[in-house]
């Protein structure tokens, strides 16, 4: 990764730009010069999640944070202070620490044992009078430092020391977390695979629920016909987590009967727990099954909001009892922040269900290869202690310990970018409707890749963070 670059005026020289929102150009996933270009002037300019903070929750803690050929140290400086270095010792750049763990107030250097305070200056020189006066100047020897800010439990970096700040770049994804005190979770269990896709493809396998029908079929109600199965907007009403739903054709009965309607949605919360390893979480569903005798309104519309009002305000008792801090989740519906599954520029997810969540993380390691992440996040009770964070191996993507749901998403990828590689195949076509995310973000790259100034990147980073299933935008770009 160069350093960041000064944009001048906006280039317009791109190759494989989009030039129409439905139409992406398939070699943006494997050309080995689009690829630079992502690497010279996309990745040293936007935030990224380097780590959880609760990776290191005492000072001298630290974690290592690899992108492309870049290594940044996130260490905790006190109680209240993070920090972020360039991962080189300031003698002859010699890496000061990999992976993660922990150090007694200094960094040393394995090559000539130069040690370094968390603070960043350069406490010892071996043998300084081996050395010119000018070459150990104090300011020139101190660690160089990153910019990091941090929000929602994690630290984010960015290269670029005149990117616009954090919060104001990941709007309005920042808000609607907020209103699940995202930042009170903590890691229950970490994964990683190397997959062999580009990275774009990864995360687009998650902007849409449109491949619900034929990639996750146990999440389906009814037949498995996709002629008897449409996905379709109900509204954020009806469905909380999602306007758009994978629902049967024919017309949904006019009247419920209590038991049957609530027996079929925890059956659906248990196969989504069991499918994920968490997101909806066992305990979430041990709350919907102690309330399975609630009697509901007879209508359909009413039925589900009632029964969704009722199982919010049972785990938000059952979590407060054991003095863990969840917030009001009949409000978050209110203020339409419960979308399930919600997206960070350029390579973080966030989905939220009831007092628990998933997250996603991924990393470019080539055109066609990434690093792929997955976390369990929940809440502890009170006194009871989250079992201590472990940077994961990466396991291969069908390896059997990955849950059914992200084994069936990974199952797609190897296949779709073989396919784009197939002479006669020259662009991806989306629905302008419920894929327009996957739309809207390629183009925001492309104002990266073209280097438009802040000023027009940050508004149009605006309307790419956040819900999956998102309409085609206009970024202004």
Request: with cysteine.
């Amino acid at each position: 990764m160069s350093t960041p670059r000064v944009p001048n005026e906006a280039s317009t020289e791109l190759p494989y730009r989009v030039e129409r929102p439905d139409l992406i150009p398939a070699k943006r996933y494997y050309d080995p010069a689009f690829y630079a270009l992502e690497c010279e002037r996309l990745w040293p300019r936007v935030w990224q999640m380097a780590c959880r903070l609760e990776e290191i929750p005492k000072p001298g803690d630290f974690v290592v944070y690899d992108i492309l050929d870049q290594s940044v140290i996130i260490t905790r400086v006190d109680d209240t202070t993070v920090k972020a270095y360039h991962n080189a010792c300031r003698h002859r750049g010699a890496q000061l620490a990999q992976d993660r763990g922990h150090c007694d107030g200094v960094f040393t250097c394995p090559f000539h044992g130069w040690q370094f305070s968390l603070d960043g200056r350069c406490r010892t020189v071996f043998s300084a009078h081996l050395f010119a006066r000018e070459s150990l100047r104090p300011e020139d020897l101190r660690l160089r430092e990153c910019r990091l800010e941090t929000w929602g439990g994690c630290a984010f970096i960015n290269f670029d020391d005149n990117a616009a700040p954090l919060r104001e770049s990941i709007e309005p994804f920042a808000t609607m977390m907020d209103s699940w005190h995202v930042e009170t979770l903590r890691v229950e269990w970490w994964l990683a695979a190397r997959l062999p896709v580009n990275w774009k493809l990864a995360m687009e396998a998650f902007m849409e629920g449109y491949h619900v029908m034929a990639t996750h079929p146990q999440l389906l109600v009814g037949p498995r016909d996709p002629m008897q199965q449409s996905y379709r907007y109900i509204g954020k009403e009806l469905s909380p987590m999602g306007d758009y739903q994978t629902l049967p054709t024919a017309p949904m009965p006019g009247e419920v009967r209590s038991r049957e309607f609530i027996d079929l949605n925890i059956h659906f919360m248990h196969t989504l727990s069991e499918g994920m390893a968490g997101m909806t979480h066992a305990k979430d569903v041990a709350v919907a099954e102690s309330i399975r005798e609630t009697e509901l309104p007879a209508g359909m519309a009413e039925a589900t909001v009632t029964w969704r009002k009722i199982l919010n305000q049972a785990v938000m008792k059952a979590h407060r009892a054991q003095h863990m801090d969840i917030p009001d989740l009949n409000d978050v519906d209110r203020k339409g922040h419960a979308q399930a599954v919600n997206f960070c520029f350029p390579h973080y997810f966030l989905l939220p269900t009831y007092g628990s969540a998933s997250s996603y993380r991924i990393r470019p390691l080539g055109p066609e290869q990434c690093l792929f992440e997955l976390w369990s996040l929940t809440r502890f009770p009170e006194g009871q202690e989250p079992p201590p964070v472990r940077t994961p191996t990466p396991m291969e993507y069908d390896d059997p310990r990955w849950p059914p749901i992200p084994t069936q998403d990974f199952s797609n990828l190897p296949r779709q970018q073989r396919g784009l590689h197939t002479k006669g195949f020259d662009h991806m076509r989306l629905s302008k409707d419920v894929e327009g995310l996957i739309s809207n973000y390629q183009r925001l790259i492309d104002g990266y890749l073209t280097d438009r100034p802040y000023e027009a990147l940050v508004p149009a980073a605006q309307k790419v963070s956040g819900p999956i299933d998102q309409p085609f935008a206009d970024l202004g770009l």
